[in-house]
């Protein structure tokens, strides 16, 4: 007789630090972690209810825990594993957790501009008692000061979603749309990225990377979405910017997200989205030219979701008219090129939303990876260097 596992349906609160630290575990270890997380809920809203109330950003120990410099935790195993059959395989997973690196982020200023780097996040052993087992965890101070601040805040998971999920990349994903991308960021850098959605820790390419994590997410949390499983569902493309200071060409990529809550807006979203259209018929009256009726007309095709792209289109838009006037090449006709980009922009923008909620084209896309591939790009160096510490800073 199969095993009945009771699934609890209670949101998991995680601070945006849990959702956005990189692991070198694999895929079952970072399910395991989950897990822990879930089962450690009490201790992470109390950590969340000290800073706010202190108003810090500096969970706080006991004197027991800050002289050992550990906190230990003690969960049953079946509370890891609740297949009787595979918790064999949680004990080999949960010893080998200590060889693996953990990379947390920080916040300098108002900005998310580096990772910290640790060794080892935990320590394990087992105990036997009443025939049960019980995994015996400890976490070190020094890495809890770090994965339990609320400096870059914290959201809540919804576990029922977090089941449907298959593939490490998309449950990833999920984390970091609640951590980083719902609170109004659009871009990332691929190789961070991957990385966080991954055990891997480099890729041949940035195709391989856009192949082996970002499609499979997004191909599983589409088809999520439309079974009704999953509420939100992005699309997303590579883009190159040029670094001024450096003067060279960084890769990002730009993330567009489509909750159920984008059909049906709430009156505060609806004032917002009026503002912003009511900002964009104003630059295009007034930057390009554009005439009233025809300015009014585009501003109010702007969506919701469709914000940050427009931002990103607007802004490079304005500072190529601007280059070319200063550079005695004025655009002849300034009002039609934003005009024409524009329509372009929204035919494209609806065409990738009808897609992703299975609708069909009215024309085929093109084979092949197309603008936005980098699969001739030089790969990626691996992230971790032998210190066990991030490269990366706020010029990445």
Not at 37 to 64: G, H, L, M, S, W
Not at 149 to 157: C, P, V
Not at 164 to 191: D, I
Not at 204 to 223: G, H
Request: glycine share 4%; charged share 25%; aromatic share 12%.
């Amino acid at each position: 007789m199969a095993e009945k596992i009771k699934k609890d349906s209670t949101p998991i609160v995680e601070t945006n630090a849990q959702g956005l630290t990189i692991t070198t575990f694999t895929q079952y270890q970072n399910k395991l972690l989950l897990r822990i997380i879930a089962c450690k809920q009490q201790d992470i809203r109390d950590a969340i209810t000290q800073q706010t109330n202190d108003k810090t950003y500096n969970p706080v120990f006991t004197a027991e825990e800050n002289a050992s410099g550990y906190r230990t935790v003690r969960i049953p195993l079946n509370k890891l594993e609740p297949r009787n059959g595979h918790r064999q395989r949680a004990k080999q997973a949960l010893s080998e957790m200590p060889d693996k690196h953990i990379f947390i982020p920080i916040i300098k200023g108002n900005k998310m501009v580096d990772y910290v780097g640790f060794r080892t996040f935990l320590y394990v052993k087992f105990e036997y008692k009443a025939h049960q087992t019980i995994a015996v965890l400890f976490f070190p101070i020094i890495i809890l000061r770090y994965y339990l601040s609320i400096d870059l805040g914290y959201h809540y998971l919804d576990p029922q979603q977090l089941r449907c999920f298959k593939h490490n990349s998309t449950r990833q994903m999920y984390r970091v749309y609640k951590s980083y991308f719902a609170l109004g960021k659009n871009s990332f850098s691929p190789q961070r990225l991957a990385i966080t959605l991954s055990p891997k820790d480099k890729f041949a390419s940035y195709s391989a990377i856009k192949k082996e994590v970002f499609q499979v997410a997004k191909k599983e949390m589409d088809l999520l979405y439309q079974n009704g499983l999953c509420d939100i569902h992005f699309d997303f493309k590579m883009t190159e910017t040029r670094n001024k200071i450096q003067n060279k060409e960084k890769q990002k990529v730009l993330f567009t997200f489509y909750t159920r809550q984008d059909d049906t807006l709430s009156e505060s979203r609806k004032d917002e989205l009026e503002a912003y259209q009511a900002r964009i018929w104003f630059i295009l009256k007034n930057e390009f030219g554009v005439n009233e009726h025809t300015a009014r007309d585009l501003g109010q095709q702007v969506k919701i979701w469709m914000i940050a792209e427009m931002d990103e289109l607007i802004l490079h838009k304005m500072w190529f008219a601007n280059k070319m006037e200063t550079q005695g090449n004025k655009l002849f006709n300034k009002a039609g090129y934003i005009v024409n980009a524009l329509k372009k922009f929204f035919r494209e923008m609806n065409q990738k939303k009808d897609e992703s909620e299975g609708i069909p084209s009215d024309s085929e896309e093109t084979k092949g990876d197309g603008e936005g591939s980098m699969s001739n790009c030089t790969p990626p160096a691996s992230p971790l260097d032998p210190n066990g510490q991030f490269y990366w800073n706020e010029n990445d």
